[in-house]
Nanobody, 119 residues
Framework: QVQLVESGGGLVQAGGSLRLSCAAS????????MAWFRQAPGKERESVAR????????YYADSVKGRFTISRDNAKNTVDLQMNSLKPEDTAVYYC????????????WGQGTQVTVSS
């Protein structure tokens, strides 16, 4: 079992920045691919960013490339999402997720944190 707890959401003006953090309760954090997903009202959940087990490889949705950065610290069992140049369309509930193999269906999920970007 892996428990994930997100923090760092909030309200920000367009063009601003936020940093989300996710803390994982597992002794085998380095064995999990980590990801951030988001779900806006009336829309399907989408993958925003993913990072490999060692942190050496990262993957981003086209909509956030160049603005968002995912990073992990395997010593602290955390994964962060730095979000810059935020847009109103980035408004959503953001979820941290973990999976052993980066499968289509991530196994473990956090409770989500709200990010609201005002225009």
């Amino acid at each position: 079992q892996v428990q994930l707890v997100e923090s760092g959401g909030g309200l920000v003006q367009a063009g601003g920045s936020l940093r989300l953090s996710c803390a994982a309760s597992t002794r085998t954090f380095r064995n999990y691919f980590m990801a951030w997903f988001r779900q806006a009202p009336g829309k399907e959940r989408e993958s925003v960013a993913r990072v490999s087990w060692s942190g050496g490889n990262t993957y981003y949705a086209d909509s956030v490339k160049g603005r968002f950065t995912i990073s992990r610290d395997n010593a602290k069992n955390t994964v962060d999402l730095q979000m810059n140049s935020l847009k109103p369309e980035d408004t959503a509930v953001y979820y941290c997720a973990a999976d052993p193999t980066d499968s289509r269906s991530y196994e473990y999920w956090g409770q989500g944190t709200q990010v609201t970007v005002s225009s």
